[in-house]
Nanobody, 123 residues
């Protein structure tokens, strides 16, 4: 079993920044890719960013240039630095672990999820 716990969400004005963190514990395998997803009310869960164990990253077009995903394999942590936040970034953000080393964009390829942290961006 793997446990993922997110932190760092909150309320911020448009143009502001937040840093989300995800702490992993349990039967961790550092070769697995990790990802951040988000889900707004009434919407499907969508990809924000993924990262392989070697540090290769991929971002949704809507966050490219504003968000940065990173991981520390020694500390079993994942982070998401979010800058220039927009009201449309408002959502619950989830940390997830892929079933493999591949940083798949598909939600169904991730088998461990955190409980989520709320990010609200006011205009």
């Amino acid at each position: 079993q793997v446990q993922l716990v997110e932190s760092g969400g909150g309320l911020v004005q448009a143009g502001g920044a937040l840093r989300l963190s995800c702490a992993a514990s349990g039967s961790i395998c550092s070769i697995n890719a990790m990802g951040w997803y988000r889900q707004a009310p009434g919407e499907q869960r969508e990809l924000v960013a993924t990262i392989t164990n070697g540090g290769r990253t991929n971002y949704a077009d809507s966050v490219k240039g504003r968000f940065t995903i990173s991981r520390d394999n020694a500390k079993n942590t994942l982070a998401l630095q979010m800058n220039s936040l927009k009201p449309e970034d408002t959502a619950v953000y989830y940390c997830a672990r892929s079933m493999s080393s591949s940083a798949s964009p598909r939600v169904t390829d991730y088998n461990y999820w955190g409980q989520g942290t709320q990010v609200t961006v006011s205009s």
